[in-house]
């Protein structure tokens, strides 16, 4: 391996420049790149999609082709794991249309069995443009941390 990729801060500025795209990829090429490109790819997220598309995919119900809220069964430690893992590294969300995700993303909100701040602990900006929903709301809720530096709703 070269010198240079043993310095963290040249592999944070090589992840910074890498298409966002290529990052999964990156993320999974090497333990080194690993922490890195998942906190670039997660910092800032343009829908709550992923958020939701990291989890199992028979975590919830499917009617009329589309997700519907109902968790079909109960979140355990390891799905709590991996959504933290991700969450974590979110510092901003932009929200800016009615997404289908935004109802199980609420039930999962209303599952959470710790405090709020723990959920997004870095969450610095949110900026939600879409239709308000009692879903909505539950994600809303569990987005309002200490951390956060700007809303717009």
Known sequence: MHPALQNFDIICTICSHVHRGSLPALASTCRIFERPALDVLWRNLQS????????????????????????????????????????????SITQSDRSAVIEPLGSIMLSCPSAPASLFPNLR?????????????????????????????
């Open 48 to 91: 709550v999609e992923p958020l939701v598309k990291c989890l199992p995919s028979d975590l919830f119900g499917i009617e009329l082709g589309r997700m519907v809220g109902a968790l079909l069964k109960p979140l355990d430690t390891s799905i709590w794991g991996i959504l933290s893992k991700y969450t974590s590294r979110v510092h």
């Open 125 to 153: 900006r949110l900026e939600w443009h879409t239709d308000g929903t009692h879903y909505a709301a539950e994600f809303l809720r569990m987005a309002f941390v200490p951390t956060l530096l700007f809303l717009d709703i």
